[in-house]
């Protein structure tokens, strides 16, 4: 993958331990991030299984190797990431990157979108979402969660009990969006916009400044350092969201 990184067994555990002891009670993995899975299970069984009120998410994924999305392919993610993990339940699974198939492939009969909600409905599965690229299809597959209380995506939005709230990434160059373009509304103090909507107004609260690769602007954990961490105009765009009361989304930047 191209956001992978070789992490020592040794670092990566005693992260792990960490961010179990810590006061987020949040930690965001999936079946295609190396073996993220693994190493948090070996943690997860340390500890005798997940503490109390700790959300761990993690997401379903295609086949890397020959792009398979069907509903077998949803049902493999999940048992991988339970033996992985394991456990026998997973608390909250996305639907991760469904964009690398089309909307009608991923909610067709025996998909995997209806594969999801038979894993739901077994138990194996407390919560779905969807977590991906472009925000109108992300809106889409959201139709599909009326009853879920959690659904998140990266580009597009939140819904908790019906109220929206705010894109957890508003842009990915690979994604076709020019992280300048992005970013003018910050520095401007406009609302962001793509696709004619505007983030804004659906209750953007925070920004993931790189990702898989640097930006203009902000070196990524995975890309060889070109800014000493942030040019002096991802200084401003980091004081700007500050002023306005836009979290600052750290997941991806480099040390």
Same mark, same amino acid.
């Given at each position: 993958l191209e956001y992978q990184q070789a992490v020592g067994l040794d670092d990566a555990l005693a992260t792990v331990r960490r961010v179990f002891e810590g006061p987020i009670n949040f930690l965001d993995t999936? $079946? $295609?991030?190396?073996d993220?899975?693994?190493?948090i299970g070996t943690v997860i069984r340390e500890l005798g299984g997940v503490p109390d009120g700790f959300v761990l998410e993690t997401k379903v994924d295609r086949d890397m190797q020959t792009g398979d999305f069907s509903g077998d392919r949803v049902r493999q993610s999940v048992e991988e990431s *339970?033996?992985?993990l394991g456990l026998d339940r997973l608390g909250l699974v996305h639907f991760h990157d469904p964009e690398h198939i089309t909307f009608e492939q991923g909610v067709a009969k025996a998909g995997p979108l209806e594969t999801l909600q038979a894993l739901k409905a077994e138990g194996v599965i407390a919560h *779905?979402?969807?977590?991906?690229?472009p925000i109108d299809l992300m809106r889409q597959y959201l139709t599909f969660y009326p009853d879920d209380p959690v659904v998140r995506t990266n580009?597009? *939005?939140?819904k908790v009990r019906g109220r929206w709230y705010g894109?957890?990434?508003l842009a990915v160059a690979k994604q076709g969006l020019d992280w300048d373009d992005a970013l003018?509304?910050?520095l401007s103090s406009q609302r962001a916009r793509y696709e004619k909507g505007e983030y804004y107004d659906l209750g953007a609260r925070y920004m993931t400044l790189t990702h898989a690769t640097n930006t203009a602007w902000a070196d990524s954990a995975t890309d060889v350092p070109k800014h000493n961490g942030l040019t002096p105009f991802g200084k401003a765009v980091v004081r700007e969201m500050n002023r306005?009361?836009?979290l600052v989304d750290l997941s991806h930047v480099s040390e």
């Open positions: 999936s $079946n $295609n991030y190396g993220a899975e693994q190493r *339970l033996q992985r *779905l979402g969807v977590a991906g690229g580009m597009g *939005l939140t894109p957890k990434t003018g509304w910050v306005i009361g836009m």
